[in-house]
């Protein structure tokens, strides 16, 4: 086999190129070890870091790193990460340097052992993988000295691809066949045989390109191609010849991207001219590259550039980054004198005249790229500099007076012009007929032909004020711009001066008075235009009226110092937070900041100019800005959002997998955290989160990646974030996040109809137990009415009949009456008394109640020396019926009174028991007893047998052989 060696033509190398910034990561922001051997991004939007130490996840803004556990069976395997690749279901394989190949699952940062997932018992698990990659369903693992491994994907099956001790440095793959890079050269494995070109080469790198050749990155012969159909070897690039070449990328614009242990990055077009030469230099600057030693270079889906460090971590790179070109004394190495830029002008021959604070006034030539001061203003204060119609240069200082260079060629040779209000100028304007006006810390001044002019026209509150801006309106009408006073107007020829305020012609405007006015411009289309203290101010002369814009439209901050107008008719602005581009027609800002490439974001008032070349400069506190308006593109790449976990109350909850969120009622705090994978530009837009269910509005995030709640009440919500460009255009929005808060039970609507049933029926028993108390209370009444007509009604009706008997008869026979009366009168009070013993409540008492029948028949029965047994059963005593006491009581009491009245017995039995549910009362006595004929004849049997129906109870009356009465009560309890 014949190998072709050719020597392309020998091509001039570019001169390290400053356009090429990089954004630098280390582990000062988190990184976990300073060398990174791989990358790659995952289905999510994160991008996956492996280093000697430890894989990391990248959002952008911070680090979660994961690293081998004891602990853990599904951390990874080994700490030194050497290759990652990603297969088409989102999984990431990480190759280890001494622990094989582990399979990561972006979505729960799970880790599987490759072992693990075979289904053959045969494994290598202590593999030092070097190189990975996923062809179709195939993982190739390429290995330190045991060969080209092949693992399915599917089958979960290995096989040994290929047999080599070389160390496998990179895999690329065509439509037949597999291409190794190797530390013995370059293979190409494919059907039926294996072939080895350059097999004294150690290769590195190599790349497949669009025009069907192969790239080949290699440490001994730099860069070399092959055609791959004859398989014809030659030299890329001759400049790369020595170079000892580590990676290879192609990147968006088709431009090689090759990376070298010790020599930095050279990117060439596809023909090997190189194009820039990019290394880290001695001094070095944020934006420069950090390392000379490259491990690798990664595109990713956007077209960022990522590139990995040796000792030094990993810098990306955005082609619309920093676009702006910044000067300061640092990136000059020392040549421009001084960072503070107070003012701009430009010589006749193109070079550019700066004046600095302290530092006096700097050329910068352009063509040689160099700077040198003008000796004789060395120490001044350069506040402003005016190049005339004569092409004079007028040099405003602060604290030595205004100077005057009239031969451009002799900048050194300096005039002072005397006669000033103030030896503090700061600001300068030429107007009609060669007239300098001049404005100072106390005052205008006016200059014609080299003289100060009389100043007695000038009312005194502009002769106090400082004059910071003067724009001629035609040749005798010019506006002020003051300190203090605003917006003046000024007319040379007829001397008036007038303080224009919202209000002095007619001004219905909402707007006020423009305060501090540090820049007058006239646009192309006549719009007169204020930099100012409190925005960016529009001025109708026509109807002196203001218009003002400030950051609530968009302005990045509400101090504008300086207005450039470029050939769109669009405005560039500096300001106290970066420069912004602003569109009269479409009344919206571009903002621009440090991330565009700006030294600082703090710029000074009368430092911004627009040279004859259309370049834009812009002074700050650290150097000054120099840009084409016409290049720069306002080009933003938005990242996802994903909001990968939920925080309740400790408890994390993984979102990314999670489903039907429940929350219980008592847990408070609840937190999101999210990430906004914008490797870009991120700070090009504006976050804000909406928590649906709670409100509608968006609120901004500013600079969190968490948000908190607490006190949500129970329901269903639904969590998003979008992402505003600085048009305030939605880009991006995540995938909403939606959760349930469960309700309590006690706030539950079944709770509430049970509890309404509840209530309904507590009411209803209630109204019922009332109901039940009134009608007992009206029964109670109607009894003891009865009871008082029953039982009181014959006895009073017997004293009535005594007393009128007594009054008819004669004295000797009315003792009787008399005596019949008193009896009755006993009576009636007697049966009163049973009668309120019988309601008083006191008296619920069953064993006072038994009590009160022992003692009311004993003494009853002793009263007629009649021999009594009273026996009452244990069980008598247990009952808790007391709603038949009274009529019982009535009852016995009437019994044990017929039975001493009427019986004549000598005798008498009383028992009282309870046989189950059944309450007896027996009294037996051996008197006459009573006939059947009686039985039912009577008002005391007819009570009787009336009480004991109205208590359920059965009554029964016989006479018992040979002499005597049974009464028998029977009442179910």
Known sequence: MSIFLLVINNVTVAAQDTSYRFKNFSQKEGLSQSTVYSFIKDDLGYIWIGTKDGLNRF???????????????????????????KDSDGYIWVGTDGGGVDRLDPKTNQFIKLCDL????????????????????????????????????????????????????????????????????????????????????????????????????????????????????EVFSNE??????????IDESKQLWIGTDNNGIFITDNLGKVIAKLKAPKTSNDTDLKNNSIRTIYKDENGLIWIGLNNAGFSNYYKYRYQFESFSTENTNRRLSGDVVLSFNELDNGNILIG?????????????????????????????????????????????????????????????????????????????????????????????????????????????????????????????????????????????????????????????TPERVQSIYTDTNGRIWLGTYSGLVQFDRKNEQFNTYTTANGLPNDVVYGILEDSNNTLWLSTN????????????????????????????????????RGTFYFGGIKGYTAFNPEKIENVSLSGEIRIHSMNVDGSIINTIT????????????????????????????????????????????????????????????????????????????????????????WKTWYFSVSLLIILFGAVYSLFRYRMYFLLKEERTRNKIARDLHDDLSATLSSISFFSEAAKRNQLESSGKFLQRIDESAIEAKEKINDIIWAIDPENDDWEAFLTKCKRYA????????????????????????????????????????????????????????????????????????????????????????????????????????????????????
């Open 577 to 612: 937070a970066g420069v912004s581009n602003f569109d009269p027609e479409k009344k919206t800002f571009i903002n621009y900041s440090i991330q565009d490439g700006l030294l600082s974001n703090e710029f000074n008032g009368g430092a911004y100019f627009k040279d004859s």
């Open 356 to 512: 600095l604070e302290q530092n006096g006034l700097v050329v910068h030539n352009i063509q040689k790229n160099s700077y040198y001061s003008i000796t004789s203003l060395s120490d001044e204060n350069v506040i402003a500099v005016l190049k005339d119609s004569k092409k004079q240069l007028w040099v405003a200082t602060d604290g030595s007076g205004l100077k005057l260079i009239k031969d451009q060629k002799e900048l050194n040779s300096i005039d002072t012009i005397e006669n000033l209000t103030n030896e503090s100028v700061l600001s300068l304007h030429e107007g009609s007929s060669g007239l300098i006006l001049v404005g100072t810390y106390k005052g205008l001044n006016i200059i014609k032909n080299g003289v100060v002019q009389n100043r007695d026209f000038i009312p005194d509150y502009l002769q106090d004020d400082r004059v910071l801006a003067i724009e001629s309106l035609n040749e005798e009408e010019y506006l002020i711009g003051t300190f203090s006073n605003g917006l003046v107007y000024f007319n040379n020829i007829s001397k008036e001066f007038r303080r224009i305020t919202s209000n002095s012609k007619n001004n219905s405007s909402k707007n006020e």
């Open 59 to 85: 959002d952008a803004v911070s680090f979660l790193k994961f690293y081998p556990s004891n602990t853990d069976s599904n951390s990874i395997s080994n700490r030194s990460i050497r290759a990652l690749a």
């Open 240 to 249: 790369l010849s020595e170079k000892e070449i580590s990676s290879l990328e």
């Open 658 to 745: 999670a489903e039907d969120i429940e929350i219980q009622h008592d847990q408070d705090y609840i937190q999101f955290e999210f990430s906004y994978l914008n490797f870009a530009n991120a700070d090009k837009y504006k976050l804000e989160f909406k928590l649906s269910g709670l409100s509608e509005n968006w609120i901004p995030v500013k600079n969190r990646r968490s948000i908190n709640f607490s006190g949500l009440q129970p329901g269903e919500y639904e969590f998003s974030i979008r992402a505003l460009n600085n048009l305030n255009g939605i880009e991006t929005v995540s995938k909403s996040i939606p959760f349930y808060i469960k309700t309590p039970f």
């Open 118 to 233: 075979s289904i053959l018992s045969e494994c290598v698990s202590e593999l030092n993988v070097t190189s990975l990659q996923i062809r179709g369903n195939e993982l190739l693992i390429g290995t330190r000295s045991r060969g080209l491994i092949s693992f399915h994907l599917v089958d979960k099956t290995f096989r040994k691809k290929i047999e080599t001790s070389s160390t496998i440095w990179d895999i690329a793959s065509t439509k037949d066949n597999l291409w190794l890079a190797t530390s013995e050269g370059l293979l190409k494995v494919g059907k039926d045989q294996t072939q080895n070109f350059l097999p004294a080469d150690n290769i590195r790198a190599i790349k497949v390109l669009e025009n069907g050749s192969l790239l080949i990155g290699s440490k001994d012969k730099g860069v070399l191609i092959m055609e791959l159909q004859s398989n014809r070897i």
């Open 858 to 973: 004993a003494e009853m029965f002793e009263s007629k020396d009649i021999e009594y047994q009273i026996s009452f059963g244990s069980s008598v005593y247990k009952i808790t019926d007391y709603s038949l006491r009274q009529d019982l009581w009535l009852v016995f009491k009437e019994l044990v009174t017929n039975v001493v009245r009427h019986s004549e017995a000598t005798n008498v039995r009383v028992s009282f028991k309870k046989k189950k549910s059944v309450l007896q009362l027996l009294i037996e006595d051996d008197g006459i007893g009573l006939k059947d004929k009686d039985l039912d004849k009577g008002n005391g049997i007819s009570n009787l047998r009336y009480r004991s129906d109205r208590m359920g109870a059965i009554l029964k009356i016989e006479s018992i052989s040979p002499s005597g009465t049974r009464v028998v009560l029977s009442i179910s309890v």
